[in-house]
Nanobody, 126 residues
Framework: QLQLVESGGGLVQPGGSLRLSCAAS????????IGWFRQAPGKEREGVSC????????YYTDSVKGRFTISRDNAKNMVYLEMTSLKPEDTAVYSC???????????????????WGQGTQVTVSS
């Protein structure tokens, strides 16, 4: 079975930092593109960031560029999303997704991804 499990979410004050983790089981991530998505109550799912299988290409949505960093550790079969300077508008359920992907650029939208984690809650509030 192919599974992804997110962790690292929680409550943080504005300006704080969190590190989200995405752990894969049942497969290795080496040949997979990984995307991070978020969905706030009453809003549509938004693509936050993605990273190519080779880690040679990354994408960040404009609202998080310069604040978030995506990375992968293939030896640990893990993907991370470092979030700094967090804002209340970052509050959402964050999910990771994986897809076999050998193209240079990672997919920035949800449709190409077939394997999804359950999500982890991030709340930014004073």
């Amino acid at each position: 079975q192919l599974q992804l499990v997110e962790s690292g979410g929680g409550l943080v004050q504005p300006g704080g930092s969190l590190r989200l983790s995405c752990a894969a089981s049942g497969f290795t991530l080496d040949a997979y593109a990984i995307g991070w998505f978020r969905q706030a109550p009453g809003k549509e799912r938004e693509g936050v960031s993605c990273i190519s299988s080779s880690a040679g290409s990354t994408y960040y949505t404009d609202s998080v560029k310069g604040r978030f960093t995506i990375s992968r550790d293939n030896a640990k079969n893990m993907v991370y999303l470092e979030m700094t300077s967090l804002k209340p508008e970052d509050t959402a359920v964050y999910s990771c997704a994986a897809q076999l992907w050998l193209r240079t650029s990672c997919p920035r939208v949800a449709r190409p991804y077939h394997t999804w984690g359950q999500g982890t809650q991030v709340t930014v509030s004073s």
